[in-house]
C-alpha cells in the first residue's frame, strides 16, 4: 500500500493509524485444549510466584546469603523472573477461560514495552552473574574488593537503565508506524516481530533496526555468557577433588538458564525466517516456562540455598510458636 507524500512524516502516520486495538490470536482455538492450557498456566503462575518470591525472602532473611553477591543477584533476578511472568501470563489466562482475544492498541504496547524492559534486563543480569562468577573463581583473592555491594548495586542499576533504554527503542519503532488495516497478532501476546507485521507500510527498515537491537542483544550478551564460562570451566580443569566441583555445580545451574532463557529469545528476535509456530513456542519459553523452572534449577541444584531454606522455615515456625506461646 502507497502514501502521499504529504503522509510520509512520523507525525503524520500515527495520526492515520485506525487500529484501536489488536486481536490476538492464541495458541488454539478448541475449546477443551483452552480449559487445559488454562489449568497448566495458572499452574506454572502460581509456581512462579510462589518460586520466585521464595528465593527473594530466603535471600532477605538468611544473613549468610544476603552479604554474598551471586545470591544478590540472584534475588534480583527472581524479581525480575516474576515480572516477566506477570506481563504476559495473567491476560493469556484471562483470554483463555472467557475466550476473550481482544487488547487495546494501549495495552498491547504497554505488554510490548514492559516484556522487553524486564527482558533485557535479565539478559543483562545474567551476563553480569557470569561476570560475579569468573571473578569468583578466576580471581578469588580480589573477590570481596572487585564485588563489593557498593559495586554490585552500580552494576545492577546499569542492568536496569539497559533494559529501559532497550526497551524505550523497540517501542519508539513500533509507535512511528501506522496501524490502518489487518488487526491480528498471531501469537497469544504482543511482541515487536508480530505487530510491526501489520504495520501498512513496508517494514524492512523497522526489521532490521529490530534485529540489531534485539536480536543482537541477545547474542552480544550470549557470546560473552559462554566466552565467561569457556575460561571458568578451563580455570576448573584439576580442581574438581577441592572446591572445584562445587563451582562446577553452581556455573551448571546458571548455564542451564542462559539457555533455557537466550536460545527462545535468539530464534524469535535474531532469525525471524522461522514459522510462527515456532515462535509461538519459542514465546512460551521465555515468558512462562523460564520464570518457572529457574527458582526449581536454583533451589534444588543448590545446596546452599535449600540449607538456607530449612534455616528460614525453621526460623518463621519458630517465631510462630513464641508469638502462640506470648498470646496464650
Known sequence: ???????????????????????????????????????????????????????????????????????????????????????????????????????????????????????????????????????????PLTYTTTMNRPRCIRLLCWCWVGGLLHSSSQVFLVLRLPFCGPNKVDNFFCDVPQVVKLACVDTHVTEILMVANSGLLSLVCFVILLISYGIILSTLQGRFKESGGKALYTCSSHLTVVSLFFLPCLFVYLVPIFSTTLDKVSSVFYTTITPFLNPMIYSLRNREMKEAMGRVRKKLMFSHWSQKEVEG
Open 1 to 139: 500500500m502507497s502514501w502521499p507524500k504529504e503522509m510520509d512524516s512520523p507525525a503524520t502516520f500515527m495520526n492515520a493509524s485506525r487500529v484501536t486495538e489488536f486481536i490476538l490470536l492464541g495458541l488454539s482455538r478448541s475449546r477443551s485444549i483452552q480449559l487445559l492450557l488454562f489449568a497448566l498456566v495458572m499452574l506454572c503462575y502460581a509456581a512462579i510466584l510462589f518460586g520466585n518470591l521464595l528465593i527473594v525472602l530466603t535471600v532477605r532473611v538468611d544473613p549468610h546469603l544476603k552479604k554474598l553477591p551471586m545470591y544478590f543477584f540472584l534475588s534480583n533476578l527472581s524479581i525480575i523472573d516474576t515480572s516477566v511472568g506477570s506481563v504476559v501470563v495473567p491476560k493469556v489466562a484471562t483470554d483463555l477461560v472467557t475466550c476473550g482475544r481482544t487488547i487495546s492498541f494501549g495495552c498491547c504496547m504497554s505488554q510490548l514495552f514492559f516484556l522487553h524492559f524486564f527482558g533485557g534486563t535479565e539478559m543483562l543480569l545474567l551476563t553480569l552473574m557470569a561476570y560475579d562468577r569468573y571473578v569468583a573463581i578466576c580471581h
